[in-house]
């Protein structure tokens, strides 16, 4: 893996299309690095949760290129990759698996990450969801505190309990999220592939009963869409 977050480390601190194109060969064999680690997460996934059988590097994977047309930050390249394992890929909209590779310098979520279940869910899948909580909100907490270290992402979130939910439940807090993933740091990432694989598939495999859960939410979200 070192070979991927060096690559990342001097793109961080050379962030222009001059110096990218000068090193696109370091980026092409990093890039077919992770796509070849990729497809061996997919196949440790897919042996707890058959629903991701079949995927394939591209379809979790992402450009490296930014689309700056909407945001003050104008410089042209991620300073990480990621790789998101969920049902139909990672345009689905279903909940799902993703490992995220950042050199801990100044990036958007400051460093390497395990997290689990769902980001931005389009409003019907989102009041599914919230549904789901309030008439199993128990279930979806115990599913929680069987993966030890990942804790809910709270950033984005209403003030309040959105319109048609009970402002007294218990589950209040979930309530105004808006997005629902577990994460958690992975420090120090493993500079063997083989032990990150290990342990990445380790970890995810104690969050899949929360994904099913949400998934479940998803899935009758877009049954009712049809």
């Not at 700056?68 to 394992?85: C, E, L, N």
């Not at 769902?118 to 279930?139: A, F, K, N």
């Not at 115990?142 to 270290?149: D, H, L, S, T």
């Not at 629902?180 to 420090?187: N, S």
Request: with cysteine; aromatic share 12%; charged share 30%.
């Amino acid at each position: 893996m070192e070979e991927i977050l060096g690559f990342l480390r001097r793109l961080h601190d050379h962030n222009d299309r001059e110096w990218f194109d000068a090193h696109r060969d370091e980026w092409t064999r990093a890039k077919r690095r992770f796509a070849a680690f990729t497809e061996r997460l997919i196949a440790g996934i897919a042996a707890f949760d058959p629903s991701v059988r079949g995927l394939r590097p591209q379809d979790c994977t992402y450009r490296i290129a930014r689309d700056t047309r909407f945001s003050a930050d104008k410089t042209p390249y991620k300073t990480h990759v990621g790789a998101f394992v969920a049902p139909r890929g990672k345009q689905s909209g279903f909940a799902g698996y993703y490992l995220h590779l950042e050199p801990s310098c100044d990036g958007m979520l400051g460093g390497s990450l395990l997290a689990s279940g769902i980001y931005g869910p389009e409003p019907m899948v989102l009041r599914s969801i919230r549904e789901e909580i309030l008439d199993h909100g128990d279930e979806l907490l115990k599913a929680v505190e069987a993966a030890p270290g990942f804790r809910f992402h709270t950033e984005n979130r209403l003030k309040r309990v959105p319109t048609g939910f009970p402002s007294g439940s218990e589950y209040a807090e979930l309530l105004k999220l808006k997005d629902f993933y577990i994460e958690k740091p992975l420090g120090c990432v493993p500079s063997d592939a083989d032990a990150l694989l290990e342990y990445a598939v380790g970890e995810f495999r104690r969050t899949q009963p929360f994904v099913a859960q949400l998934n479940r939410a998803v899935a009758y979200a877009y049954e009712e869409m049809r």
